[in-house]
């Protein structure tokens, strides 16, 4: 059975799509069949990845509404990876959800659908939590938060954890925080260094051992259509995602064990 994780932030501009990308790319790169699916209505996960949201056909919006069976709405992508694009009907789904049964659950029962072939399956959501945010988490097993090594960046981070205990309390009992990646880091700025101490400080081992770098070749990789391996590969970018897709499958086969022993 697939493990479905939600990349989720509800500030913009924290590396969210970026690693959405390039993990899911990198678990698909590490032999494990990955499905990245685009629900954020700005797209740039599916226009990075080949499929723009004005040239895509069915996509994550047909699914949640369902037109259309999430197999039909697949399409293959770069490094591996498949995609459920993001196209110009998304922008409104989350009005069309309001007045729909179960609207919180349109995400999980697509899901349900989904071919068996995959392991993983990595989820890029808008910056906000709305409805399409809560679908995801309904329909997820566990959350990946990248974190910006900024000022206000854990302050940021407080309600997507309220959120995500909300939910736990209800709907989905089994949502887990995978943890939390620091993103868009600089080890030579006094600032990002204390950020990252606070956040080990305040959550612990639930934060990545992994810190993704600040790099000029990680920023341009989506202008040419790539994720950072098919760009760079050799990059310390490419080696850091590779190296927290490592992290994120043992932290999965540990919560397994534990599940089942």
Same mark, same amino acid.
């Given at each position: ?12 501009? !924290? +590396? ?6 390039? =993990?899911? #790319? &990198? %678990? ?69 959800? !309001? +007045? ?6 349109? =995400?999980? #029962? &697509? %899901? ?78 006094? =600032? ?70």
């Amino acid at each position: 059975m697939a493990r479905i994780v939600s990349i989720s932030n509800q500030k913009g501009g !924290v +590396g969210k799509t970026t690693t959405a990308i390039n =993990l899911a #790319a &990198a %678990l698909a790169r590490s032999g494990h069949p990955t499905l990245l699916i685009d629900l954020d209505p700005q797209g740039n996960a599916s226009s990075c990845l080949g499929s723009p949201k004005d040239k895509a056909g069915n996509g994550t919006a047909e699914a949640l509404l369902g037109l259309e069976p999430i197999a039909n709405c697949i399409v293959p992508s770069l490094d591996g990876l498949d995609l459920c694009p993001a196209n110009r009907a998304l922008v409104g789904v989350e009005v069309e959800l !309001v +007045g729909l049964p179960n609207r919180e659950r349109r =995400l999980q #029962a &697509a %899901l349900d659908g989904l071919p068996e072939k995959y392991t993983y399956v990595i989820i890029d959501l808008p910056p906000s939590l709305g409805l399409l945010t809560l679908n995801a988490f309904v329909a997820s097993d566990g959350v990946v938060v990248p974190l910006q090594s900024e000022y206000y960046a854990m302050e940021g981070i407080s309600e997507l954890v309220r959120t995500i205990n909300a939910v736990r309390r209800g709907p989905n009992p089994r949502l887990v925080r995978d943890g939390i990646v620091m993103t868009l880091h600089d080890s030579r700025v006094r =600032l990002c260094r204390e950020v990252e101490a606070q956040a080990r400080e305040v959550f612990g081992n639930e934060v990545f051992h992994t810190v993704i770098p600040r790099a000029v070749r990680l920023a341009e990789a989506p202008s040419f259509q790539k994720t950072i391996f098919g760009f760079d590969p050799g990059c310390r970018a490419a080696a850091a995602y590779q190296a927290l897709a490592g992290e994120l499958v043992t932290r999965v086969a540990h919560q397994r064990t534990r599940a089942t022993g």
